[in-house]
């Protein structure tokens, strides 16, 4: 089955404890992204990757970091976590170019992440 | 940079009426594609629909249809016979085939009255 796997779906930490948040994906996709959804605001790219060691910024990717060493998995990691970095995040990775499914983000299910 | 704009934040609409959400983008290029997507309570992002601005013709499925107007730089959801299982937020997205970057608009969270 075609999908996007990301771990944790919901974690509690606190402020300053670095985390991982690792996102899988089985469909040989070059084109991953991780985005944050907060009420009122809809989902923002934090960071993307076009391919294998290739990333770049997204809209807001201050306190976050991604590497990109495989094409299957793209990680994000908060180094040091703030109470502001509080979200709901999402990995997904989409096929690049044109065919039947050009464009169309497949999502993972989402993390909850809280930090107190 | 494309901007996506979702002017209703929450809608409602009767079990089997009609309804039609809204979406406006900016962007100064002329190949992009469009996209509806639908975030049950569950929150995972599933597509609805998906239009390509040289395409013409209002992409459908099934009950769900858009109404492209690509001049007016706007792209509405019709929702027809809605049902219970419609009950979601509804994210508008662009993609510009240039960069390939995905934006999203607000959302707007559509309610069924039984």
């Known amino acids: 089955e075609a999908q996007v796997t990301q771990n944790p779906r919901y974690l509690i930490t606190v402020t300053g404890k670095k985390l991982t948040v690792t996102c899988s994906q089985n469909?040989?996709?070059?084109?991953m992204s991780w985005y944050r959804q907060d009420p009122g605001l809809g989902l923002r790219q934090i960071y993307y990757?076009?391919?294998?060691?290739?990333?770049d910024k997204g809209d807001v990717p201050e306190g976050y970091k991604v590497s990109r060493k495989e094409k299957r998995n793209f990680p994000l990691i908060l180094e040091s976590p703030s109470p502001n970095q509080t979200s709901l995040y999402f990995c997904?990775?989409?096929?690049?170019?044109?065919?039947?499914?050009?464009?169309?983000?497949?999502f993972g299910e989402g993390s909850r992440l809280t930090v107190l | 940079a494309q901007t996506v704009t979702q002017s209703q934040p929450e809608m409602s609409v009767q079990e089997a009426e009609t309804v039609t959400l809204s979406c406006t983008y900016d962007?100064?290029?002329?190949?992009?594609?469009l996209f509806w997507y639908k975030q049950p309570p569950s929150r995972q992002m599933i597509l609805v629909i998906r239009?390509?601005?040289?395409?013409?013709q209002n992409a459908t499925e099934n009950r769900f249809s858009v109404n492209f107007q690509k001049a007016a730089k706007s792209f509405s959801l019709k929702i027809s016979d809605s049902q219970l299982g419609d009950a979601a937020m509804y994210f508008c997205?662009?993609?510009?085939?240039?960069?390939?970057?995905?934006?999203f608009g607000t959302g707007t969270r559509l309610t069924i009255i039984p």
């Open positions: 997904a990775s989409m096929q690049r170019g044109g065919g039947l499914s050009a464009g169309e983000l497949f």
């Open positions: 469909m040989n996709h070059e084109y």
């Open positions: 990757s076009m391919n294998v060691e290739v990333t």
């Open positions: 962007t100064s290029e002329s190949d992009y594609y």
């Open positions: 239009q390509e601005a040289y395409k013409q």
């Open positions: 997205a662009y993609r510009s085939r240039r960069n390939e970057k995905l934006t």
